[in-house]
């Protein structure tokens, strides 16, 4: 799921002596015409509910992600984009599918093509992006960029499936919630880093560091997201929230809980999650949240944020590159920014 995170401003960097344009705002612009223009590719009957889900908004991390680790070379800007289009396919397949199996209406404050069209629908659209993912990195002359997107689409699907094997699994460790959403959440943001190194033409050791630097932020943007769900506003986020709660899913908040609890109690509230229904119940969030403030849930897994993202710190400081240090730092920031609004 998506939560919303505040992007750099225009940059105008120097190369060979002459000033170049290459804001992210002007690429994400680019950016946005290349999805529809490849959403065209689709058949008729496809085409509108693609533009749909393609075009409803969101931060586009990712595409980011992408450009901050390849947009100082810029006789690449259209293989960049892309690139970038690639990884945001997977990612929108990924949401549609999302919402099925979460039984959400509302994404990005848009009707989301579920709830629009129905599942199967929804299902079908989902594969259908994921395979012109595929046929869009097939387009590159080396096949590294298609191995490397189905390798990470499997691994992001796989993070999915345990997740949805572990529902109601609230004694789940913190090191295996890590491992699920290194695969579910990280992977996608790690390759996005490597297309971007790569298309640009960088080193491996760049390459490396950025790619770490994905997983890393990942992780940090899952733990976000989890805690938005639980502490976070609907009007804040654009989406269903406490869905996550009603559906029990395996969140950090949740399994950082429930040890804390007495057996009666953890086993009461089991119980109350367990025939809540599929749509959030407000008492029962508000419940779980007076539970977590009460236990020191939302100070715990902010510490664990906060030491993830000094992490990514380090790793920036061995960036021998300032401008795909900064471009990244960038990213690093909005996640700080919004965790301050979020927990204060």
Not at 87 to 108: G, K, M, N, P, Q
Not at 293 to 301: F, P
Request: glycine share 6%.
């Amino acid at each position: 799921m998506d939560a919303l995170v505040s992007l750099p401003d225009n940059r105008v960097i120097r190369q060979n002596g002459l000033a170049s344009k290459t804001s992210l705002e002007g690429f994400l612009a680019n950016f946005e015409t290349y999805l529809v223009d490849r959403a065209n590719y689709f058949d008729p009957a496809v085409r509108d509910l693609a533009v749909q889900a393609l075009t409803s908004g969101g931060k586009r991390i990712r595409p980011a992600l992408v450009h901050a680790c390849g947009a100082g070379n810029l006789a690449v800007s259209e293989n960049l984009t892309k690139a970038a289009a690639i990884v945001e396919f997977v990612h929108v397949a990924t949401l549609v599918h999302d919402d099925v199996l979460d039984d959400a209406s509302i994404r990005r404050d848009r009707q989301t093509v579920y709830a629009d069209r129905g599942a199967t629908a929804a299902i079908l659209l989902g594969d259908a992006l994921f395979a012109h993912a595929l046929e869009m990195a097939s387009e590159f002359p080396e096949n590294e960029v298609c191995r490397w997107v189905a390798a990470a689409t499997r691994r992001t699907c796989s993070g999915e499936i345990q997740q949805s094997f572990l529902r109601g699994d609230f004694t789940l460790t913190s090191a295996r919630y890590r491992q699920i959403i290194e695969a579910k959440t990280a992977e996608l943001f790690s390759v996005s880093c490597r297309l971007g190194t790569h298309v640009a033409g960088l080193d491996d050791a760049t390459s490396a560091l950025a790619c770490d630097f994905g997983r890393r932020l990942g992780l940090a943007y899952q733990i976000y997201d989890d805690l938005a769900d639980v502490f976070g506003r609907e009007a804040d986020f654009g989406k269903s929230l406490g869905r996550d709660l009603a559906h029990g899913k395996v969140t950090l908040p949740t399994i950082t809980l429930f040890p804390k609890l007495s057996k009666v109690e953890a086993s009461r509230l089991h119980e109350t999650l367990f025939h809540s229904g599929r749509e959030p119940n407000s008492e029962i969030v508000l419940e779980m949240v007076d539970l977590m403030r009460t236990h020191g849930v939302h100070e715990e897994c902010r510490e664990l944020l906060d030491e993830e993202l000094s992490a990514i710190g380090n790793t920036l400081s061995e960036f021998t590159d300032d401008t795909i240090a900064r471009h990244l730092d960038d990213l690093r920031q909005g996640i700080v920014s919004r965790t301050a609004i979020l927990l204060g």
